[in-house]
T-cell receptor, first 114, second 113 residues
Framework: AQSVTQLDSHVSVSEGTPVLLRCNYS??????LFWYVQHPNKGLQLLLK??????LVKGINGFEAEFKKSETSFHLTKPSAHMSDAAEYFC????????????FGGGTRLMVKP | DGGITQSPKYLFRKEGQNVTLSCEQN?????MYWYRQDPGQGLRLIYY???????QKGDIAEGYSVSREKKESFPLTVTSAQKNPTAFYLC????????????FGPGTRLTVL
């Protein structure tokens, strides 16, 4: 069975400061891991994905995430927050089994203060 | 432009009525999915289809039905048996099974009056 836990439901940062959104996962297989972003009343957009290649994954809009197997973590970071980064972020795991089912975390709402 | 379209964007339903949400993709993807999102929560899988004319129940299929007669289309019907249908519904597709990312449509917000 697979599961994912986003450790913070809300994160607030000031514009120009670093962003850290935390995610821990559980998977019986070698997982694929994703971060998606959702702006209000919109669909989800893929930020980045890990699929057993490089452990440091770079995504769009300056985001990156590091896969740490020993810690079962896949935290999302960005060096400098922008106002447009304010959104809901979802960490997602897939063990690649049973028809590519994705398991979503509960989401982290990122607020960016001017 | 390739992508996934959902219609309508907003939908209002009276109690006891069935409604159908549309999802169309022109990405030539084999797999399609329906999710439900409630305020402040993650996504929950309703139904998925890995190939035309085949679909499987997800975690919360009760009160919903789907069909997959064409590769590009995967409509979702919310029936009167669904006790609390007010939610944001998201359709997604992927190339196939095995850890591929899913591409999402813009969503339909359903409100029961």
């Amino acid at each position: 069975a697979q599961s994912v836990t986003q450790l913070d439901s809300h994160v607030s940062v000031s514009e120009g400061t670093p962003v850290l959104l935390r995610c821990n996962y559980s998977s019986s297989y070698s997982p694929s891991l994703f971060w998606y972003v959702q702006h209000p009343n919109k669909g989800l957009q893929l930020l980045l994905k890990y699929t057993s290649a490089a452990t440091l994954v770079k995504g769009i809009n300056g985001f990156e995430a590091e896969f740490k197997k020993s810690e079962t973590s896949f935290h999302l970071t960005k060096p400098s927050a922008h106002m447009s980064d304010a959104a809901e972020y979802f960490c997602v795991v897939s063990d690649g089994n049973a028809g590519n089912m994705l398991t979503f975390g509960g989401g982290t709402r990122l607020m960016v203060k001017p | 432009d390739g992508g996934i379209t959902q219609s309508p964007k907003y939908l209002f339903r009276k109690e006891g009525q069935n409604v159908t949400l549309s999802c169309e993709q022109n990405l030539n993807h084999d797999a399609m999915y329906w999710y439900r999102q409630d305020p402040g929560q993650g996504l929950r899988l309703i139904y998925y289809s890995q190939i035309v004319n085949d679909f499987q129940k997800g975690d919360i299929a009760e009160g919903y039905s789907v069909s997959r007669e064409k590769k590009e289309s995967f409509p979702l019907t919310v029936t009167s048996a669904q006790k609390n249908p007010t939610a944001f519904y998201l359709c997604a597709s992927s190339i196939g099974a095995g850890g591929y990312e899913q591409f999402f449509g813009p969503g339909t917000r359903l409100t029961v009056l």
